[in-house]
């Protein structure tokens, strides 16, 4: 190429030019690109797999560290110097359901919870009387091992316009997942998709989502399927996650997003809407807009298991997946919390958080321990009559005071009102 281009020059050169000047001119033309890429800023450079007019949101749980720990000693000079006192450590994300959890310094406060937590899930086709129904790491626990990158438009990102795509739909997640067997190199071990994270009416028309109902607990919303392997031309990415965290599954599967304005109504223990002045929501949240776990709670259970020898690996704090992590206070304390100032903004206490098996689920690794720590939970844990004997509670779940607001890392979380817990099954709303 480089030496087609000199002769062409040579025989069109205006006098002026000599032999070296036309070498030069493509020389340079082929070299300077390549010199720009070597030694622009990273911020300057064009990445393939950044979402055009987007900057990354937060960061993923990669490499098994948490904020807390990452701060030991100056939070704990900082609690000693504020005794009492309870401060924000850490607060999370799962922008799709039970899989890699999302990092973040400020989270912005929506009815059901905080943005991007649980607005997509995975659902497998049950048959016809039941349809589609969300799955978990509850059976299918290597979902811990996707990760989704939350991407959202900013101005000064490469290629920002409002006439983007990635702008029209408030930005996109980003998706990375295992590649399948055979397939992995030294260089590519995983795949990546990209889905905009909340659709305009157009980008739903083009892209074919369609609306279905989908089975969650004792709800069946309508939501957005994305796709599905019940249609022939459903994307590869779709068919590869099936086969990697359901592989012996013969059920269809499906990828959803929750629907504006359709999102569940939340009763039970949440507070009504006159006390609210809104009606509580979750999107794909299993039961209430948000949960809240002390560090000091996880450190009591963490003893407990090296007392049995039976220490669990990763971080035993985010197999709870609670949006907010807190310090400052003895373990429990938040047991009796009712209401609660974080920040500037109040939140309703609902009830306990009963705790299934998930957490016995590694979010590190995708691994599912057999027995831990729900055994250990079993012999102290037990403590809400509403619950059952037989049932453990681990955090708080909670419910915004205001359907809007903005909550940060460092922020102090004063109790504003006390009391007692007494758990509402679903099962007891639905004979009620």
């Known amino acids: 190429m480089l030496i087609d281009v000199t002769i062409w020059l040579w025989y069109h050169r205006p006098t002026s030019f000599n032999g070296f000047t036309i070498f030069l001119i493509p020389f340079l033309g082929m070299v300077l690109p390549l010199v720009y890429i070597n030694i622009a800023p990273k911020s300057q450079r064009h990445d393939p797999l950044r979402p055009r007019g987007c900057k990354m949101l937060g960061r993923v749980f990669r490499d098994g560290t948490v904020p807390w720990n990452r701060n030991q000693a100056r939070r704990r000079r900082r609690n000693k110097r504020n005794g009492g006192v309870s401060f924000v450590e850490g607060l999370y994300v799962h922008p799709i359901k039970s899989c890699r959890a999302v990092e973040l310094d400020e989270a912005e406060v929506v009815p059901t919870g905080l943005r991007y937590d649980r607005e997509y899930s995975f659902a497998e086709y049950e048959g016809e009387s039941v ?3 969300f799955v978990t790491q509850r059976t299918r626990p290597y979902l811990a091992n996707i990760e989704v990158e939350i991407w959202v438009p900013d101005p000064d990102s490469p290629g920002y316009s409002t006439k983007e795509p990635n702008v029209q739909s408030k930005g996109v997640l980003l998706v990375r997942y295992p590649a399948p067997p055979g397939e992995t190199t030294t260089k590519q071990t995983s795949r990546v998709f990209q889905i905009p994270y909340d659709p305009t009416p157009c980008q739903i028309r083009r892209n074919g989502y369609t609306m279905e109902r989908m089975k969650i607990w004792k709800d069946r919303p309508d939501a957005l399927l994305i796709a599905s392997t019940l249609n022939t031309k459903a994307p590869a990415w779709l068919r590869d996650i099936k086969s990697y965290v359901a592989p012996r599954s013969s059920k269809p599967f499906a990828l959803f997003r929750t629907a504006t304005g359709l999102e569940r109504e939340v009763f039970r223990n949440a507070p009504d809407k006159g006390e609210l002045g809104y009606q509580s929501v979750v999107g794909f949240a299993d039961a209430y807009p948000l949960h809240i776990l002390g560090l000091e709670s996880v450190a009591d259970l963490d003893n407990r298991l090296a007392e049995k020898e039976m220490a669990l690996p990763g971080s035993t704090a985010l197999r709870f997946r609670a949006n907010i992590y807190f310090s400052g206070l003895g373990p429990y304390a938040e047991d009796d919390w009712k209401r609660i100032q974080i920040g500037e903004y109040i939140f309703h206490v609902a009830c306990r958080t009963v705790r299934c098996p998930l957490p016995h689920v590694d979010q590190s690794t995708g691994i599912n321990h057999k027995s831990e720590p729900t055994q250990t939970l079993k012999g102290y844990r037990c403590i809400d009559e509403g619950a059952g004997p ?27 009102e006390t009391g007692s817990h007494y758990y509402i099954p679903q099962k007891k709303i639905e004979t009620a």
């Open 390 to 416: 037989s049932n453990t509670c681990m955090g708080m779940m909670m419910v915004p005071a205001l359907d809007v607001g903005v909550i940060k890392v460092g922020d102090v979380i004063e109790v504003l």
């Open 131 to 133: 349809g589609w129904k």
